[in-house]
């Protein structure tokens, strides 16, 4: 996730003439903003989280690495409240396990990640539907969206009728180490009424 988004921002540096906006919605620990941060000193990264508990994690690691100059916490529920800002890149890790994919983890990692972080206890696509539907609000033109994903849907992606109704297009999807794929970039659509 964090190489793909790096990745764009460097095809993409010699336009921007103003610091680089990135938003990384359900930080959890803040590992995503920590890296998309330490390696891009131009960019300043807010970073959302629903949890309280969390967000005071991604604080200290944040603050331990020197990097809450660059990187704002915000307790909120996916998205910041809205305001003039735009931001140039969109990164997300959602929950993307379906109930049914989260009973089959070994235990040793449900015990050790919560529950919330790892499915939305249905289909695994509550946050892609969410995301996918109010990002546009908040993705300046010509800006993209990283998320990272299950390879279990990694095909209805392409297939494009998740998509059918989305003002965005799906870009690319990228492999993981393992050689799954695990990150979908998206751009909006250069018209609304476009059906890419």
Known sequence: LVEAALDWLKSQITNHKSQIQICDLGTGSGCVAAALASANPDCFVTATESSAAAAAVAVKNLADL??????????C???PIRSYELFDVIVSNPPYLSQGEFESLPPAI???EP??????EKDG?????????T???YLRPGGALFLEISPK????????EFLRDSRFRLVAIDKDLAGLPRVA???LKSDSSDTE
């Open 66 to 75: 020197g990097l809450l100059s660059r990187v704002r916490i915000v307790h």
């Open 77 to 79: 529920d996916l998205f």
């Open 110 to 112: 449900r015990r050790f």
């Open 115 to 120: 529950k919330v972080a790892l499915t939305d």
């Open 125 to 133: 696509l509550t946050f892609y539907r969410r995301i996918l539907k």
């Open 135 to 137: 990002a546009p609000e």
């Open 153 to 160: 849907i990694a095909g209805t992606l392409s297939a494009g």
């Open 185 to 187: 970039q998206f751009e």
